[in-house]
């Protein structure tokens, strides 16, 4: 075995070419903790300048600063956003057969980045398939982004908003507080109603999972209930919610209606990993807000809980906003990089040990994120995302 004072083992961590990516996937924070592991980490220079980490930062705690080539020389590549998202990424041609690759890869909305991966012989780990187990907690990387994602959500919808979000008592007069509906509460959730919360605003709430009230109350919120047999009565915020069928979603329209046109702000968090987003909002049930009001749309990227959401635009109904965010942790890179490298080095004490992989077939974590080993696409659902007879790379 490897002496982990002397790594014999290459993390790579190459620059996010993605449009906007301003994360990085190590920070200088767990190079300490990654060299007890035996593991030598080569930077691409620049990587971690949006982020606010220099070269010279990360040489300090051990690092090396090399070229792209350098990086994607390593044993295990490490992204935020493997190959960018893109199947025909010129990035590939720099992987090889052997080779690890960890990162956030959207394995069911691009699948084919997966096969492509795996076509260059390289193993694959989709960090977005960590199960939600005890033990995996500190290498949850939906979690840790979807607070950010959370946090940033509010304070769009109060620059966008022509009111102040606290209760004010002035010389001039008393200020009513902003109004603000948070749909969904799971971890963006949350976090999006604590943020509104610390900024004044008087919260409502609302989740299929009824199981959530107790955590929307602790953060000062109302939660809204409904008359309403959802069938998912067990999980927590760190349960994901299951996707209902349209009979369902037209009933739960119904009853949210009066709550969403009484709110100055609306915040949608509803996802369903590897579904379409599920529509909550209709146009209808915006234009029936007083104009000047905000709706921020979380699930933008996955077609929106919103009706009128365009992903990555601000649109006008009726004079209501409706903003439709994308990568939002990268908008806060300092921070989500932080958390990132936290998940990230957690997840690889479980690959190397003592500077050498020793990946354990057997752990839960481990199969369960694997998407692509020794050119083929193992993970079923991607298989099926990708259609019969795509599951072999070629």
Known sequence: ??????PTLTIGVPSESLDGERRVGITPAVLPSLTKQGLNVVIESGAGVDAGFSDEAYEARGATIGSRDDAFAADILVQVRVMSGDA????????????????MVAPFAQPE??????????????????PRITRAQSMDV??????????????LAAAALPKMFPLLTTAAGT???AKVFIMGAGVAGLSAIATARRLGAVVQAYDVRPAVKEEVQSLGARFVELELETGQ????????????????????????????????????TALVQGKQAPTLVTAEMVR?????????????????????????????????QVIGPVNLPATIPHHSSLMYAKNVTSFLGLLAKGGELAVDSEDEVITGSLVAKGGEVVNERVREALGAGEGVAT
């Open 1 to 6: 075995m490897a002496d982990s004072e002397n």
């Open 88 to 103: 025909a990424s010129p990035d590939l041609a720099k992987l090889r057969t052997g080779q690890v690759v960890v990162g």
């Open 113 to 130: 980045v997966v096969k492509a991966v795996a076509g260059k012989g390289a193993s694959l780990f989709a960090l977005e398939l960590v």
């Open 142 to 155: 939906l979690s840790s982004q979807a607070n950010v994602a959370g946090y940033k959500s509010v304070l």
């Open 175 to 177: 200020l009513a507080p």
């Open 233 to 268: 009565e067990g999980g927590g915020s760190g349960a994901y919610a299951q996707e209902m069928n349209e009979e369902m979603l037209r009933k739960q329209r119904e009853l949210m209606a009066k709550t969403v046109a009484a709110s100055d702000v609306v915040i949608t």
């Open 288 to 320: 029936a807000m007083t104009p000047g009001s905000v709706v921020v749309d979380l699930a933008a990227e996955q077609g929106g809980n919103c009706e009128a959401t365009e992903a990555g635009r601000t649109v006008d109904v009726d004079g209501v």
